[in-house]
């Protein structure tokens, strides 16, 4: 048992809290992801995921609870995102790029602060790069209400939302708002991209939403089989990151691996094995 869990590893109150949160998180990623893929957002997503380190270094800066930081400016950054976006349509990405920068400055001051104001020297490296051994387990209700109300939305919007993301003018047709909803899905998108920067981080926050849903994707184009799928990888990704990286200090006595390093290495290993699956079945 040892050669594949170390001791103590259920019975470890972090890694607890570490399963729960991240477990709702690969949920809420592989759906909202899925969409992600299917609209063309990923760099919209990874935008949103750089932007939101702004609030976490924020939220370091006032003691508030990092996840309210951390969504508040993934928030703001949607709403500035999707208005220039209606203005200058042949600009997005462009646009998304300049809110991106300005987000990452923003987020460079007050980390800077943070180190300065508060000897938080630790503080970049947990919103830049997550460490999921640190959340604490007062931030579990609120994590896991946030990640029910952004499925029960998608649930609620799923028929239209699919729609407006493979068919936008033949959406339109039908009467459906694009413009509002695509407003609604960047709120949703934000609600992810901040449940993944608790998890790995702001900057690797992306691979948790795109991988497994882009990993999904190429092994199946029907969406609802695609979300479970992603699902499914999120959730095989994230738990064995995590039982890596405990596992890790059995390796080098008292310094163990980053959780986030074992995710992304897990994802990327997934969506090498989908590409190459699909290259054998092509044959």
């Given at each position: 048992m040892n050669l594949l869990v170390e001791p103590g590893f259920f019975t470890s109150a972090p890694v607890q809290t570490a399963l729960i949160v991240g477990g709702g998180t690969a949920i809420v990623s592989g759906v909202v992801g899925v969409f992600t893929v299917i609209r063309g957002q990923s760099f919209a997503g990874h935008a949103l995921a750089d932007?939101?380190?702004?609030?976490?270094?924020?939220?370091?800066?006032?003691?508030?609870?990092?996840?309210?930081?951390?969504?508040?400016?993934?928030?703001?950054?949607?709403?500035?995102?999707?208005?220039?976006?209606?203005?200058?349509?042949?600009?997005?990405?462009?646009?998304?790029?300049?809110?991106?920068?300005?987000?990452?400055?923003?987020?460079?001051?007050?980390?800077?602060?943070?180190?300065?104001t508060h000897s938080t020297t630790g503080a970049a490296i947990t919103v830049m790069f997550g460490s999921m051994f640190a959340i604490p387990p007062a931030i579990i209700p609120l994590a896991l209400s946030l990640g029910g109300g952004a499925l029960l939305a998608i649930f609620v919007i799923y028929r239209p939302l699919l729609l407006s993301s493979l068919d936008k003018e033949l959406a339109e047709v039908m009467g459906i708002n694009t413009r509002r909803l695509a407003m609604f899905y960047l709120m949703l998108l934000s609600l992810a991209v901040t449940l993944a920067a608790m998890t790995v981080g702001a900057v690797l926050s992306t691979a948790l939403l795109i991988g497994p849903a882009a990993t999904a994707l190429r092994l199946t184009k029907r969406p609802l089989s695609a979300m479970l799928a992603a699902v499914i990888i999120g959730l095989v990704a994230t738990w064995g990151g995590i039982l890596l990286a405990y596992n890790s200090y059995y390796w080098t006595p008292g310094h163990g691996w980053p959780v986030s390093f074992f995710i992304v290495a897990l994802i990327f290993v997934a969506y090498l094995a989908a590409t190459h699956l699909i290259r054998i079945k092509g044959r």
């Open positions: 932007v939101s380190s702004a609030g976490g270094a924020l939220s370091f800066l006032l003691g508030i609870n990092p996840l309210i930081g951390l969504l508040g400016m993934a928030l703001v950054a949607a709403i500035g995102m999707e208005m220039i976006d209606i203005r200058r349509a042949r600009e997005r990405d462009l646009m998304t790029g300049i809110v991106l920068g300005a987000g990452l400055g923003l987020s460079a001051l007050l980390l800077y602060f943070d180190v300065t």
